[in-house]
């Protein structure tokens, strides 16, 4: 959710809005499935959480990125 602010303080227009909603709902949807791996098998959950993890480094410098681009496009 605080990834759409720069959207709503109209800081970048609709390149950015899609990369945020589409890139914030991968890591939602990742980090309920690590909730319930973890909970069922320990091991598992220890997997899942280092995707988690890395997922969420590309998705900082994929949300850069759609800065960046979004900027250019206008």
Do not use: Q
């Amino acid at each position: 959710a605080v990834s759409v602010l720069p959207f709503a303080g109209r800081l970048f227009d609709g390149a950015y809005l899609v990369s945020a909603l589409v890139l914030g709902g991968a890591l939602c949807t990742m980090a309920l499935v690590l909730y319930r791996r973890a909970a069922e098998r320990p091991a598992d959950g220890r997997r899942w959480a280092l995707r988690v993890y890395l997922y969420s480094l590309a998705y900082l410098a994929l949300l850069f990125s759609a800065m960046v681009v979004d900027k250019r496009l206008v």
